[in-house]
């Protein structure tokens, strides 16, 4: 409910009523899987956030496969949200030995730097 002395132009769309939400929909449903490069960074920006829950721990175990203990993630600034995400995935994470955000020259606090390390499984 808006404000009395709201400006009914201000009001906020929901998402799920968004013309422009529905485009992005149909064109994430559209799209082609991509192959990654395992390189040992992770561009989120091409990611949808529900998508990074599996994104993240599948990249990191791809790059232990590949020798890469040393990752960095691009999660932008911006509020800080998708960091925050990223960074409760990697808590979860036993592969992950550390993480911290990278310096300015490696993305500042828009992203974060990761070490894996390998973990016995049974």
């Known amino acids: 409910?808006?404000?009395?002395?709201?400006?009914?132009?201000?009001?906020?769309?929901?998402?799920?009523?968004?013309?422009?939400?529905?485009?992005?929909?149909?064109?994430?449903?559209?799209?082609?899987?991509?192959?990654?490069?395992?390189?040992?960074?992770?561009?989120?920006?091409?990611?949808?956030?529900?998508?990074?829950?599996t994104l993240i721990p599948d990249y990191l175990e791809q790059c232990l496969e590949r020798k890469i203990t040393q990752v960095r993630i691009i999660h932008g600034k911006g509020s800080g949200s998708l960091r925050r995400s990223v960074h409760a995935i990697l808590q979860r994470q036993a592969t992950v030995r550390s993480f911290r955000l990278a310096d300015e020259s490696a993305g500042s606090w828009g992203a974060t730097l990761v070490t894996l390390q390998e973990v016995e499984r049974p």
């Open 1 to 53: 409910m808006m404000h009395p002395d709201a400006n009914p132009d201000d009001r906020q769309i929901p998402a799920e009523e968004s013309p422009l939400e529905e485009d992005r929909q149909e064109e994430w449903a559209q799209d082609e899987p991509v192959e990654l490069p395992i390189d040992g960074t992770l561009d989120l920006h091409t990611f949808r956030p529900a998508e990074i829950k």
